[in-house]
């Protein structure tokens, strides 16, 4: 009996796996923001992935801000799969995760404050920094003093190691700080190492691409995923745009959203082509055009540097 369905398309490649951008919708996108997004898009177009929107609204929302986060990825060229998901409506799943490493004695409640976690020294044998383990130990007594005098209690991961390893495209092996991470926050939001963690392995995502500011919390994440037994993605975190004080790019520093510059009478495909050549591709007006060209080994190490009074006129301008 002939099983082919009518609507398939025998030659299309099949999808090995999916990319994804993931922004947190606090507000307009900047360059260094769409550049990432750019990256990201291509490697995993480059390498025959689909291509995932993730909205990460547990904390920092502005009203609006994630549909004009989308049309302007979608103005410079940016495609992805049709299901766009935001994270408030997938609370079930991290309490699943959270409930699995509880049930594994994988958790405590901590019931320290922010302060009393800046003063409190670093464990003795932990990276700098470390949560040095106040509320491991504590008896059923001492919690329930605790959450009789109302403190709210945070969820931490009882990590049985205090570094771990992870392999990056860009910077090779890199080991990192892990300590008792918190998994959920005193006030029940599910904590972001754990929400990406398991929206990555729920939303079939094999390929990370983010900005290198990300790189030290990776350790922590890929240890996370091993004790979730799910897979560690493959990542790549792509160096970040810098203001002209080498400070990473913001929204004070000028004219950096797309919307501010399609103010000043640019195009979206100006747009794109300025970014295209930050990443070593000159004159590519398109995504499509950047997609046959791209390189990842090919692909700049060091920050870019933006002064977004002094961009450069483009090739598309009369
Ligand atoms: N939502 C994070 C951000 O906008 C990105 C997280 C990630 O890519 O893993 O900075």
Redesign the pocket.
Known sequence: MSTRKPHSAPTAPAVTGYGRF???PSGDLHLGNLRTALLAWLFARSTGRGFLMRI?DLDRVKAGAAERQLADLAAIGLDWEPEVVQQSERLALYDAAIGRLTSAGRTYECFCTRREIQQAVTAPHGPMGAYPGTCRELTEGEKAQRRDAGRPAALRLRADITGFEITDELHGRYRGAVDDLVLRRGDGTPAYNLA?VVDDAAQGIDQ?V?GDD?LPSTPRQAYLATLLEVPVPQYAHVPLVLNTAGQRLAKRDGAVTLRDRLALGETPEYVLELLADSLGYPGATSTTGLLTQFRPENLPREPWTLDPDGLRQPSTCP
Do not use: H, K
Request: proline share 12%; aromatic share 0%.
């Open positions: 993931a922004p947190s990460e990406v990370v983010r990300l």
